[in-house]
């Protein structure tokens, strides 16, 4: 792939977060961090300066000029994000952790007992990390995800436009695994690309349009 990124700095987001119940327990996803792991292996080959922000997942290995910083809860993800945007200017920024959207409105500080009939946990709805790129670094060009399970295309495009709107990001990745294919389309303020039917292709398809825009 002829795209040199010889110097640019990157920083990615990957994997899952963990919001605590009580003083053993978390809620969590399955997100794996794959796609966040192969972009940082494409860019560091293609010349960046890669910081790879990892959340729980097996152990990788990982080329040693990515700086990898490891992080299991989404309080450490959101303090993590803001001190590497405050201590190093960026080129690119990929947000592809998957974030957790809802957390305790109260931890419980030691472990719940086992054996309750019922147990019932009040959530409420965790900041937008996303928001936090553009705020400290206006000029970064930021690449948000959003994914929908079992969605079509025109509601996967319509959702990603909203999250453009509102957190300033230059690119969407919209992706989704309806009839259990994945799909995937590159969304931005004048259109999308795609679709992409393997995490492979999509981050191929990113590569090359970074190459004319950055």
């Known amino acids: 792939m002829d ?3 010889k110097g640019k700095k990157v920083i990615i987001t990957a994997a899952a977060t963990w919001v605590k ?6 809620i969590s996803n399955i997100a794996s961090g794959e796609t966040g792991i192969l972009f940082a292996e494409k860019l560091n080959k293609l010349g960046a300066r890669v910081t790879l922000l990892l959340g729980p997942v097996d152990r990788v290995l990982l080329d040693n000029k990515i700086k990898v910083i490891n992080f299991k809860f989404f ?5 993590l994000l803001v001190k590497e945007l405050k201590l190093k200017q960026y080129d690119i920024a990929v947000h592809s952790a998957a974030v957790s ?15 309750l009939k019922n147990l019932r946990i009040n ?6 990390l ?14 948000g995800f959003k994914f929908e399970p079992d969605t079509s ?9 909203k999250q453009i709107r509102a957190s300033g990001a230059d690119l969407v990745v919209a992706n989704t695994i309806a009839q259990k294919r994945y799909s995937a389309y590159l969304v931005d303020r004048g259109g999308y690309r795609g ?8 981050v191929s398809g990113l590569l090359k349009l970074f190459k004319r825009i950055i």
């Open 153 to 161: 295309r025109f509601q996967l495009v319509k959702e990603s436009r």
């Open 195 to 202: 679709p992409f039917s393997t995490k492979a292709a999509m």
């Open 75 to 79: 309080e450490e993800l959101k303090y």
């Open 3 to 5: 795209i040199n990124l």
């Open 123 to 128: 959530l409420k709805p965790t900041p937008k």
């Open 130 to 143: 996303i928001d936090i790129f553009k705020k400290i670094q206006p000029d970064i060009f930021l690449v």
């Open 101 to 115: 959207d809802y957390q305790p409105v109260a931890v419980i500080s030691k472990k719940i007992a086992s054996g």
């Open 21 to 26: 119940i009580d003083n053993v327990r978390v």
